[in-house]
């Protein structure tokens, strides 16, 4: 048998695997993408019909078979907001500490190590611990104090990194450049240092507020009510929030038939603030790079 | 003065920068207090007792052994070490069939005087009542109480937190629930999310690419309770009428769910490292005649292992923390699963059903927070896992 010098054969065979690879690929990322755009179509196209000015706007009725869920849009912002408050100072201070003061050795190793682990610890743990802590051991009771709380610690591993990512791709030329004019490291990183790094801060905070926004776990035995129809007063009072009303009138209730059109109206209002959220800090990266490049 | 703040502020901001340990610290502290208690609580219910007739030589028994006689499941004392005499269980909503509402007295006053007299008439019998009710001078024997045992709740195999007169916190359905579920999800998310960060890193036009990261972005942003409602009201029926069962809630419908919400995970770590496999790697092969394919399953995929590896463990814990999505999809039972098909329980799932309904500092309570510290270290030693392959990776690339 004559064996051809030139092995045409396997050239070819090299060619039809790879296209047939590269079809499985393609073929198996746009199911997914399909399979997203179904998720997100479907609830689109239930919850659409549900939304109405008076249905973001009235409180449930009827055993939350009927009427709005304005109260637990306004729990959920309250909560963003307190969880804000907690979050937002601490995580930045920590991530300037990281980067700036903290001496590179074990101290920044092991800091990062707990706040990766911190990262990793699931949602209903940190229910668990912010009831055990706030609610009990503080005596806050099931309140939006107690929640903000647990919501605030939850999200500062994402803070922490973002910040620190942020500052470590400043250069230090210009750290430098800042304190061999006579400025004090605290006026080099005010003035100079976490300005440039804004733009990526803020596109940590805004993603980290999307997170706390559609969180369950932590806010079942520290905040959430079942029904509270009214408007909270104050920040021990418990409050409603959109999470877990969609949970509770999906799962339970007194007629779940009757609840699920406002179950999907519900979960749109929930996809949509991830949206919008999202987009947000999207825009506001693509925003600041511009800006940065034309610099 | 400008000195003196200087210092203030790098104070508050050392501060600051330990406060995730902190949180880790009070994380373990309180979890640990709350679950350790369980260890202290005693076998039967807190306040009562399990009288014995004076005859019956038994003392001991297991929460186990409790559960099955009080369930009619073990009927001889022979079973449990004493004479072959068949068991009569006794408890407090009984006292009605034995005794006429005269004979207890109108406050039940006379109640405990004559259960005492019914056990001391019936040697087969075992009566659970409140320990207060018990004449001081009656002539019982009482099964000897102890605590409950670690080996009960980490390899006990039932868990049944509200059974009376002893619960069962066999902690090892959970546990295999939890892993059964994850294991089904990585096995499902694995395939389609090296698709798409092989599509995305090595295969996809520049502009199919901007637009499948956001879209991909966005799906680890979707809150899991929209997945758990999506589970719920599209993968539940469907499982239902496809498989032919009797009800939807499953392991199998939780997999699904969590293999879409690992999917995010897995494509972003895998993508990043396929992406960072340095290109003189990829030239070399391509220069020496290997065709793309050749170049990215030979050479780019396996220098990228590790951090492909890294992100599959980092998916198994998010998978294994998952709550609420689970929580709505695999209809909740507490039994070591057979098949995937069958409903299930995971232990972030039982914490969140359960906790709500569990008097806080019952034994019901403290179980449910040493499932917490349990769920704490299986995702702290997932957290340790990725943390070493990838420092490992950080050497190898330096």
Request: net charge neutral; glycine share 8%; charged share 15%.
């Amino acid at each position: 048998m004559n064996t051809p010098v030139f092995p045409v054969g396997q050239h070819l065979r090299k060619r039809r695997s790879q296209s047939v690879a590269f079809f499985v690929f393609t073929l198996l990322s746009y199911l997914i993408v399909l399979i997203f755009f179904v998720i997100l179509g479907f609830i689109l196209y239930k919850g659409a019909s549900v939304i109405s000015w008076d249905f973001l706007t009235q409180a449930p009725e009827d055993g939350m078979t009927a009427g709005g869920i304005f109260p637990a849009i306004v729990g959920t912002l309250l909560l963003m907001l307190g969880s804000a408050v907690v979050s937002f100072p601490i995580g930045i201070m920590s991530g300037i500490y990281m980067n700036e003061y903290a001496s590179k050795g074990w101290v920044v190793k092991f800091i990062r190590l707990m706040t990766n682990n911190l990262s990793g610890v699931p949602s209903i743990v940190f229910g668990l611990f912010g009831m055990a802590l706030f609610v009990k051991y503080l005596g806050f009771g099931d309140s939006i104090l107690a929640g903000s709380l647990t919501l605030g610690l939850l999200s500062l591993p994402l803070i922490i990194r973002t910040t620190e990512e942020a500052l470590k791709d400043i250069p230090d030329g210009i750290r430098e450049g800042s304190l061999a004019l006579g400025a004090t490291k605290l006026q080099t990183i005010w003035k100079v240092v976490l300005p440039m790094g804004m733009p990526r801060i803020i596109t940590g905070l805004i993603l980290s507020l999307g997170r706390v926004s559609g969180e369950t776990a932590p806010i079942l035995f520290t905040c959430a009510a079942y029904f509270f129809p009214q408007l909270p007063t104050s920040i021990l009072d418990q409050c409603m929030a959109l999470p877990y009303h969609l949970y509770v009138i999906s799962t339970s209730g007194t007629d779940i038939e009757a609840q699920q059109p406002i179950a999907y109206g519900t979960a749109l209002v929930l996809i949509v603030i991830v949206l919008v959220i999202n987009l947000l800090a999207g825009l506001l990266r693509k925003y600041f790079e511009k800006r940065l490049k034309i610099k | 003065m400008r000195k003196l703040v200087e210092k203030g502020v790098k104070w508050l901001l050392t501060l600051s920068g330990f406060v995730t340990s902190l949180v880790i610290l009070l994380i373990i502290g309180f979890l640990f207090t709350e679950g350790a208690g369980l260890f202290r609580k005693k076998i039967i219910e807190e306040g009562y007792v399990l009288a014995l007739n004076k005859e019956n030589p038994v003392r001991t028994m297991t929460a186990e052994q409790i559960k099955a006689v009080f369930d009619e499941d073990v009927t001889s004392w022979k079973d449990l070490g004493g004479p072959d005499l068949a068991i009569t269980t006794f408890r407090l909503e009984d006292v009605e069939k034995y005794f006429t509402e005269e004979e207890l007295g109108a406050q039940y006053e006379y109640a405990g005087e004559k259960i005492a007299a019914l056990v001391d008439a019936n040697p087969g019998m075992v009566a659970f009542v409140p320990e207060s009710m018990i004449p001081e001078n009656a002539e019982l024997n009482f099964i000897e109480d102890s605590n409950i045992s670690p080996k009960d709740v980490f390899v006990g195999a039932e868990w049944f937190p509200t059974a009376t007169p002893s619960s069962l916190f066999g902690m090892w359905p959970l546990l295999a629930g939890t892993l059964w579920v994850s294991f089904f999800a990585i096995l499902f998310a694995l395939p389609f999310g090296l698709s798409i960060a092989i599509y995305m890193a090595e295969i996809a036009p520049s502009k199919v690419r901007d637009v499948f990261k956001p879209l991909i972005e966005l799906l680890n942003g979707i809150p899991s309770v929209v997945y758990g409602f999506f589970g719920l009201t599209i993968i539940v029926p469907l499982l239902q009428q496809v498989f032919g069962l009797p009800v939807g809630e499953s392991g199998l419908a939780g997999s699904i769910v969590l293999a879409i919400m690992a999917l995010p995970t897995i494509v972003t770590v895998a993508e990043d490292a396929m992406r960072n496999c340095p290109r003189s790697l990829r030239e070399a092969s391509l220069a020496l005649g290997a065709s793309k394919w050749q170049t990215v399953s030979k050479v780019v995929i396996p220098s990228s292992m590790s951090s492909i590896a890294s992100g599959i463990v980092l998916g198994i814990g998010r998978a294994v923390g998952e709550t609420m999505a689970v929580l709505m999809v695999t209809g909740n039972a507490a039994v070591i699963p057979h098949s995937i098909l069958e409903p299930l329980r995971t232990i972030p799932a039982t914490i969140a059903a359960e906790l709500g309904e569990a008097p806080a500092g019952g034994a019901h309570y403290q179980a449910l927070f040493m499932l917490g510290v349990i769920l704490f270290f299986i995702t702290f030693f997932i957290n340790l896992c990725v943390e070493y392959i990838s420092s490992r990776n950080k050497a190898k690339n330096r």
